[in-house]
């Protein structure tokens, strides 16, 4: 079985907007490098900076579906975030600069629902990103599985509905899941795939404007007898990966 990488996305702040991407260079045991790297905690939230958290202390799109609408840019030499909003416009802010929180907080506000905790602070977590595993991990997805979605819908959907990081087509549905527990080469990095991503009410959401208009939970669960898409997977080699790689099962 060899197929090719058709997308490469990155997620600079968790549930903060996406960046399409050329190429990418893996580093065995931790996250996509640029990926998740801050997240968004809550005024309720738990979480302080120094370990991993699980995503219930976190701005996210499950709780408020116009993060979804976000795009981003990181630049990784200035250290900084450009974020892109339909209804607020760009802002640009260097995450680890506590100056720069109130211009975020400013800006994200109107975003977030009223009835939900308001974003307080950005955080970090040396070494990886703010993944929903408590292992480093890597999403990838299947353009079939996607395809298999959208008929049983009835309507087109943005692949961006789902916040993945490496896309292929195996051209058959639900194929990655039965990949679970091998390993796969993805060009020059290999990957130990864990296990299938449940998904939550983010997917919902149209990235193109942050308003919910797809029941893709309900589908999922009707239509294929699971809330999964996509599976996680550890990064067990590093290398580079370009678009137009081919992917091997090891």
Request: contains cysteine; hydrophobic residues 40%; proline residues 5%.
């Amino acid at each position: 079985m060899t197929h090719t990488v058709t997308d490469i996305w990155r997620h600079p702040i968790k549930s903060h907007g996406r960046e399409a991407l050329d190429t990418i260079t893996m580093i065995a045991g931790q996250t996509m490098p640029g990926d998740r790297v801050w997240a968004v905690a809550h005024e309720a939230a738990q979480a302080d900076g120094t370990a991993w958290a699980p995503c219930t202390n976190f701005s996210r799109g499950a709780k408020a579906p116009q993060l979804m609408a976000i795009s981003a840019t990181y630049d990784s030499d200035a250290a900084t975030v450009t974020l892109r909003h339909p209804e607020q416009g760009s802002l640009t802010i260097a995450p680890d600069d506590s100056n720069d929180l109130p211009r975020f907080l400013e800006w994200v506000a109107p975003l977030m629902p009223e009835n939900r905790a308001a974003s307080a602070r950005i955080v970090r977590v040396p070494g990886r990103g703010m993944t929903d595993t408590d292992y480093p991990s890597v999403s990838l997805c299947n353009w079939a599985s996607h395809r298999a979605v959208e008929t049983a819908m009835g309507q087109s959907l943005s692949a961006q509905r789902w916040r993945g990081n490496i896309w292929f087509d195996l051209g058959e549905a639900w194929a990655e899941n039965a990949l679970i527990g091998q390993q796969v080469r993805i060009g020059e990095a290999v990957f130990a795939l864990r296990e299938p991503v449940q998904r939550c009410l983010a997917t919902t959401a149209n990235p193109d404007t942050g308003v919910r208009d797809a029941d893709t939970l309900k589908t999922l669960n009707e239509h294929f007898g699971h809330q999964n898409f996509s599976v996680y997977a550890e990064v067990i080699q590093g290398g580079t990966i370009r678009l137009g790689d081919k992917i091997e099962v090891l």
